[in-house]
């Protein structure tokens, strides 16, 4: 319902404001013949915010400045429009997404950095990628900006065209048609072909690479559907679970892995499922009885029930129900918990204003102030457990305090750790901040473990609210 409240209000602002521009109605304004070449442009920059199709601007400029005219202006109008979209989602992609990616799908990310200016003019020659939307995931793919601008304005030609013909009253049925054929043949059948024979003279043809990440997605669903038994468990030892988050994988927990692996523990993961049955977006409350589920077969045919966890991200409000709600304390007397966003993030609105808020219910749960986040605060820490919070100011997601976890009955069994040097993703990779776990979590080994919360820990005054 909130998702088509926010649709709504995108059409609705769009009427306005094309009600407040045109001093008649929509097709009179789109027939416009005093509209001059700069208001034009001026107007297409904006277009994107005012949540109007590229077409519209087409038919625009075919009735107001002919054909040719208004196909030069129109493709001119689109690659400005690609501005202020392009650099909003360059800022977050270099933040966020392609961290991401360079730990999920390393191969996927080199591929499309060098094929970026193939990828952005496909895109535009073929009308059924919504242009603002791809606009906006080439930044957030941290494409080249020249790239993206020069080829924007080549392939955007032909749809500029073919609508601004259309437009013109001296247009035909037949003539439209034939043009927009002869265009579709020169700007799109042709340059695909002398670039794909180029490439394949070279070995690299953009079908061969196409494969390659079509392959490495394969390989990554079944990495993670496959689980691999390592080695029996050690009794002498407390096994560490890891809780990677938002549509992550299993994948982007191996440099962590290997780091705790080489300091004498015993870590386990599970597979959490999600998006093609990899990127973790299940809905928290799900995933946490469906980890409650995998323990219990594991305490049970390994015979031990004590564990501690290691979780990132959207992992650590997981681990945090099943602790809390789930009477996982019962068997877990440590939580780390990195990068978590204990107070949601502003970022899920980001995703909340496309599609992906009618797809995944986690988004909405990771919202500042959902009812799932709230129920959390209720709750109080138990006296045999102790929740670790590493926390940056240069966390992106959930930024400084708001990667702590701040129940409204305060708890000297929440230990909060600064580590203002790390950004979010490095939370996985970071050496240091594999010390920094090893510290907390102890001893891997039963009969030398000590009770959590070490005096040499440094601690900060919690501060409720």
Known sequence: MIEMILITLGVLFAWFFWDQFCSTNLISCLANQDLSWGGFLA???????????????????????????????SAVGATLSCIGVYLLAKA??????????SSNLPQTLRFIRSQDWKVVLVCRLIPIFPFDIMTFAFGLLDFRWKYVFAATLIGIVPESYIFSEIAHPDSTLLSSTLTTLVVISLFCLLPGLVIEFVSRKKGSSL?????????????????????VKRHEHNPRKIPILLIYGYFSSRRAL??????????????????????????????????????????????????FDQIHIVAHS????????????LSGWRHCRKLVTMGTPFRGSLLTWLALITPAGFLFRDLWQMRPGSDLISSLHEEEIP????????????????????????????????????????THFE??????????????????YLEDHEPAGGDDLEREKMIPG
């Open 254 to 303: 191996t440099v962590l892995e290997r780091i705790l692996t080489r300091r004498g523990y015993e870590v386990i993961s599970f597979n959490l499922g999600g998006l093609l049955g990899v990127f973790f977006t299940r809905g928290i409350k799900e995933t946490a009885y469906f980890i409650d589920y995998k323990l219990k077969r594991q305490f049970s045919r390994h015979n």
């Open 207 to 227: 079908w061969v690479r196409l494969k390659a990440m079509w392959n490495e997605l394969n390989e990554e669903i079944r990495l993670n559907n496959d689980i």
């Open 383 to 422: 006296d045999n457990v102790s929740v670790y919070n590493f926390y940056s100011n240069r966390d992106k997601v959930a930024p400084g305090e708001k990667g702590l976890f701040i129940p409204k009955k305060p708890s000297e069994q929440i230990i909060p750790l600064p580590m203002h040097h790390v």
């Open 92 to 101: 977050v992609g270099k933040k966020l997404v392609n961290p991401w990616l």
């Open 43 to 73: 107007l297409s920059f904006f277009r994107p915010f005012v949540f109007t199709p590229l077409p519209v601007f087409a038919l625009m400029a075919g009735n107001a400045f002919g054909p040719v005219a208004g196909a030069i202006l």
């Open 314 to 325: 959207k992992g650590g409000l997981v681990a945090l129900w099943w602790l809390l709600k």
């Open 427 to 444: 939370f996985l990779y970071r050496r240091d901040v594999g010390d920094a776990l090893a510290h907390v979590l102890g001893s891997p």
